[in-house]
């Protein structure tokens, strides 16, 4: 919707190079904010990714880095929780002024013919809260949601004799999307405010995704060409 162009030059050459008979209707970028919320809400799990400051010992100045980290999605407005580690490298870099970027990928639910290449890919580009005392009250919706989704990281939310910690959101200012092929998802920037716009319904996490395993398997042999009795 906002970016017809890009949108159309990114899906044209695929749309081209491989016609499919199925082709459907490419998603319009409302469409792809809400496929990114309900991929923020069914996946609990990321890659943090920063780049070391020029004060780095290492000599990693300026290196990008990525780090799996759990995150959840207690807010309405699609700015996930995290539980920094004051010493974990992410957290640290964010605080040294990095910019930093969580990138999610879609997992089937489905244990049939399953290709990433052709699922849902999302990564959001912001920066970090200042941190949310835990003592307050969002400080304790913050730890009671957290711990709903990552049960085990209750052995290191704030207060615990291990490691400093707290609460922080993460707050989206970008958002990019790859919806997975380009000739019937949509791939490029999806305006912020639509994305912090989409209101989800209750359980749209637990209910049944619009996940067709048909879909991206025939959409899947069409790119790659397979041939009827190649996919056995
Ligand atoms: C998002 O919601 C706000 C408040 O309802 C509204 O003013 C704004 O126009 C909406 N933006 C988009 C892009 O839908």
Known sequence: MHFPLQHLLLSLPLAIAHPAKDITKVPTAQ??????????RSEKIGTL?????SSDAGGLSGHPIGMMDYYADCSNNGN???LAIKIATSFRNAKNGAPISLTLREHSPSS????????HR????????PPIPSNSDEGRLARACFTKV???????????PIHESEWVTFEVERVYWVGG???????????????????????????????????????????LRIQKGDDT
Request: no cysteine; net charge negative.
């Open 31 to 40: 469409e792809a904010a809400v496929q990114a919320r309900e991929l923020l």
């Open 49 to 53: 990714s920063t780049v070391f400051p």
């Open 80 to 82: 996930p929780t995290l």
């Open 112 to 119: 049939e013919f399953y290709s990433p290449a052709a699922h």
């Open 122 to 129: 999302l990564s959001l580009m912001g920066r970090l809260s």
């Open 150 to 160: 990552h049960p085990d990281a209750k052995w290191w939310i704030p207060g615990n």
């Open 181 to 223: 092929f380009g000739d019937r998802e949509f791939i490029g920037d999806i305006p912020v405010e639509l994305y912090r716009n989409v209101t989800l319904k209750e359980g749209v996490a637990n209910a049944a995704m619009p996940f067709n395993i048909q879909r991206v398997w025939v959409g899947l042999k069409s790119v």
